[in-house]
């Protein structure tokens, strides 16, 4: 009995949306000198969702900034799909958070005199290719609930108002910087819904920062960060639904 060789795989591996190489970043001199990033490498895989895990103070946020085109590292060098993002100046920096990056915050930061529709609509003016403020809208659950003012919506959908802004000019990436931290684990869970909703309609390779390990379940890999470093980068088993893990 002939048996036939098993059939190999020659197709390149796809490349990494981001491979960071030595980021290191420091603010201040001297005895004053704080040491936010040391020497992180790490690749980023198109179209995952990521979570960034580590206590407050660890480098998560200066980690974000840095991968976000907001902020210069000290040393290392950061590419986006090839681009050397450290070689870029601000003018560069800035046309490349406005093509391709949206930001999600703790705080929503909407306009509160702009309806839901209305401030999803100023980040469609100056995008190149937007989804309607309609669509984007839709996309986390706020249709009946596009006409009404901040102050008239719960923190969560506020929360899914900012969620429809970043993602109305269709970025690659979405960074997300404890998007749940001042909400609680029910109106939270609504909030990583939509992210993960997002990340897999749009394929939008999606980064949240989070404190809580919990969070963690739902990721496709995740990147522990200690003290400056990217200490552990893990892929788990199985990625979980919001409403499955375990608050």
Not at 21 to 37: D, F, I, N, P, T
Not at 78 to 106: C, E
Not at 145 to 167: C, K, N, T, W
Request: aromatic content about 4%; hydrophobic content about 40%; proline content about 5%.
């Amino acid at each position: 009995m002939t048996t036939s060789a098993p059939v190999q795989d020659n197709r390149p591996a796809a490349e990494p949306v981001y491979r960071c190489r030595g980021l290191s970043k420091v603010y201040g001199q001297g005895e004053a000198a704080v040491h936010a990033l040391r020497d992180v490498t790490m690749d980023v895989g198109d179209g995952e969702l990521g979570v960034i895990l580590g206590a407050s103070g660890s480098g998560k946020s200066t980690l974000l900034n840095i991968l976000g085109g907001l902020d210069h590292p000290t040393a290392g060098t950061v590419h986006f799909r090839g681009t050397d993002l450290t070689a870029l100046d601000d003018g560069d920096l800035t046309a490349y958070r406005r093509r391709h990056v949206g930001f999600v915050f703790q705080f929503y930061n909407l306009m509160p005199s702009l309806t839901a529709r209305e401030n999803v609509a100023l980040v469609t003016d100056i995008a190149p290719d937007p989804m309607a403020p309609e669509d984007a809208l839709a996309l986390v659950d706020l249709e009946g609930r596009m006409d009404h003012f901040p102050a008239q919506l719960s923190g969560g959908e506020q929360q899914r108002v900012a969620i429809a802004r970043a993602i109305a000019k269709r970025p690659d990436v979405l960074f997300c910087d404890e998007p749940t931290g001042a909400l609680d684990s029910r109106t939270g869970i609504r909030v990583l819904e939509a992210l993960q909703r997002v990340n897999k309609d749009l394929g939008a390779t999606t980064l949240l920062i989070t404190h809580n390990a919990v969070i963690a379940g739902m990721a496709d890999r995740v990147y522990r960060v200690v003290d400056g470093r990217v200490d552990q980068v893990t892929e788990p088993d199985v990625r979980h639904a919001p409403a499955d893990l375990d608050w």
